[in-house]
């Protein structure tokens, strides 16, 4: 295979490892990382549109892709050109991670690391184009961070063992519609059919489908592994809580409601969740390294997890790190399966594929469909299918769609499958590792899905290049131009690309004074499959497509025949999208065309803006 080589990885399987990147590609990736908590814009484009100048066509993230990927696909190691993609934002990316497991310089001191240790996946269109292995899987020695002696820190390796934590919902969701599909289950019957004792306390009318999209009612976590002493009272207080609303009424993630689904898949079954997953999972797809209660080499390789205090367990290696499901035996639907980057990759593949991979099919595509499809159109934000959340900006960042799907571990763990682009990225840490308190991991998923969003073109409408505003956090920038408006008006006509976080705003100004003072200019955007009106502001998308907008410019807004107008685009500290470009812009008059921005580029002042050719 050809590929990526692994600059920061410390041990990995060579058969499978990356290998091949160009000498000194790694130059200069710092003056690529802006702080920890963005990353900077691609650069432009070979003329050729060639990615590396090879002519290789490139990953577009505005031609977005409907159904799955070709189920004959299977993951295959390229370089970042070969599968069309800029590998500088990938870069970035991997350098932010592997410089959130060191210890920095702050104002006051040294600043402890974000992560004890990482692996990241990035993959494209059935290429993995990045799987990087940085830090360490054993570090510490109790929960103040005091470090074991040199010589016992474990480096990570891109075949490190991670707690999945609650990506384990995952294995659990698709088990349950494994017997969905058997016709063992329906997902609008009572669990308390499947499960009678789930009917205490009123629960008699909650759905499977509402506790897989968290709208059965149920409160999100019971001391399980502390209030009742062995498993079986455990399972009992579990399944019999009480209800916090009632079902359908708000959307309340809840582990006690995916244990409720696991046991469901046992009942119907005849089988053990751990059985389940193993013969409807992770053997048809080979994903040799994954299951629940690592044991052998799959123990030997684990990362360490929490110096945990109470329950007195010391330090977490190998056992699952949430308390309930230590307390049920280690298998539970809502956390226990541990698995390694690879493994993970075939299953992102899969999904992406409908549901099958190198010839084994676990899922049908109507069933994969379901589990991407929002089923919480009534609750704005909390958007999930049957099992994965869909769209959150706040981990999947630029990759963030209708038709992204993931789930996040408390571990440090999470997945994102960007069914629109065909890509997935992995972020694989022991964050937790040696303590809970030490900090989010948010930034670093943010910043890996960022990076592969940034590596995908967005392609100019008009001419060899568009403007494109700095995908950054923390910025304002402006791109603005005179306009020689006569005494009737005019109207303006451009092209825009709109993917931006939830709180970051593009907006159109308009300015009579000078740029002394500039006000809002109402616009009309042509979108699939209708038009939207917006008042001189826009946010969000998620849409991948390019858009038409029009404004009036009534003839009050000039003085002395001059008008001034402005894009900002404005980003907080908070979550990214892939970025917002302009193209095509004009002014029409009814004297004729007074600006024609693709044949007077020179007439736009730009303060963050540049002109972009992907």
Same mark, same amino acid.
Not at 61 to 78: C, E, K, N, S, Y
Not at 247 to 273: C, F, H, N, Q
Not at 291 to 314: H, L, W
């Given at each position: ?77 390229? @370089? ?318 630029? @990759? ?78 402006? @791109? ?135």
């Amino acid at each position: 295979m050809t590929g990526r080589a692994p600059t920061r990885v410390a041990a990995g399987p060579a058969a499978r490892r990356v290998a091949g990147l160009a000498a000194g590609a790694a130059a200069g990736l710092a003056g690529l990382l802006v702080a920890t908590v963005g990353l900077a814009a691609p650069a432009a484009a070979a003329p050729d549109r060639g990615g590396d100048g090879s002519g290789v066509p490139l990953a577009r993230f505005d031609d977005p892709q409907r159904g799955f990927a070709p189920t004959g696909t299977v993951l295959q190691d390229a @370089l970042p050109a070969q599968a069309g993609l800029d590998p500088a934002p990938i870069d970035a990316a991997l350098a932010a991670v592997t410089g959130w497991t060191e210890v920095s310089q702050g104002p006051t001191g040294p600043v402890r690391p974000l992560l004890a240790g990482a692996v990241t996946v990035m993959a494209h269109d059935g290429a993995v184009v990045a799987r990087e292995a940085t830090g360490w899987a054993v570090r510490y020695a109790d929960g103040a961070g005091t470090e074991l002696p040199r010589q016992e820190w474990v480096p990570t390796a891109e075949d490190t063992v991670y707690d999945m934590a609650s990506v384990s919902k995952l294995f659990t969701s698709v088990v349950l519609m494994q017997q969905v599909e058997a016709g063992r289950v329906d997902l609008d019957a009572p669990v308390a059919a499947y499960v009678p004792a789930f009917a205490a306390n009123g629960k008699d009318q909650v759905t499977v489908r509402q506790l897989l999209t968290h709208q059965g009612g149920l409160p999100a976590w019971l001391p399980l592994h502390s209030a009742y002493p062995d498993r079986e009272s455990r399972l009992e207080a579990a399944l019999g809580v009480a209800p916090v609303a009632a079902p359908g009424e708000a959307y309340r993630y809840s582990d006690l409601g995916m244990i409720a689904v696991g046991v469901v898949a046992e009942r119907v079954s005849g089988r053990s969740l751990d059985q389940l997953v193993a013969d409807g999972i992770t053997g048809p797809l080979g994903m040799v390294d994954t299951g629940y209660n690592p044991t052998g080499s799959q123990f030997d390789r684990a990362a360490a997890t929490e110096f945990q205090v109470s329950p007195p367990r010391g330090l977490v290696r190998g056992q699952v790190h949430d308390e309930n499901a230590w307390s049920l035996g280690g298998v539970a639907g809502h956390a226990g399966v541990f698995s390694t980057a690879d493994d993970m990759s075939v299953l992102a593949q899969t999904m992406l594929n409908g549901g099958a991979y190198a010839g084994a099919r676990i899922l049908s595509s109507a069933s994969v469909e379901a589990m991407i499809t929002d089923e919480n159109a009534a609750f704005p934000g909390q958007d999930h299918g049957l099992g994965f959340e869909l769209d959150q900006r706040w981990y999947m960042g630029g @990759l963030s769609g209708p038709r992204t799907a993931g789930h996040t571990g408390y571990t440090g763990t999470s997945l994102v499958i960007d069914h629109t682009s065909r890509s997935f990225v992995l972020l694989l840490s022991n964050r937790v590792h040696p303590s809970r308190s030490w900090g989010s991991v948010n930034p670093a998923r943010r910043a890996v899905a960022q990076g592969l969003a940034l590596a995908m073109a967005v392609g100019p409408r008009h001419g060899a290049t568009a403007w494109s505003a700095p995908s950054t956090d923390s910025t304002t920038a402006t @791109l603005q131009v005179p306009v020689p408006l006569p005494s009737t008006g005019g109207r303006l006509t451009f092209d825009v690309f709109v993917d931006t976080g939830s709180t970051d705003v593009l907006a159109l100004e308009a300015s009579s004074d000078g740029g002394a003072t500039w006000r809002a200019v109402p616009f009309t955007t042509q979108q699939r499959p209708g038009t939207e009106q917006h008042d001189g502001t826009v946010t969000g998308s998620g849409h991948r497509t390019w858009w038409n907008a029009q404004a009036d410019l009534a003839r009050s807004d000039r003085v002395a025949g001059e008008l001034l107008l402005r894009w900002r685009y404005t980003t907080d500290g908070a979550e990214l999208g892939r970025g917002v470009l302009v193209d095509g812009v004009r002014v029409l008059t009814r004297e004729g065309t007074v600006l024609d921005g693709e044949r007077r580029p020179e007439a736009f002042t730009s303060t963050g803006w540049s002109p972009v050719a992907r």
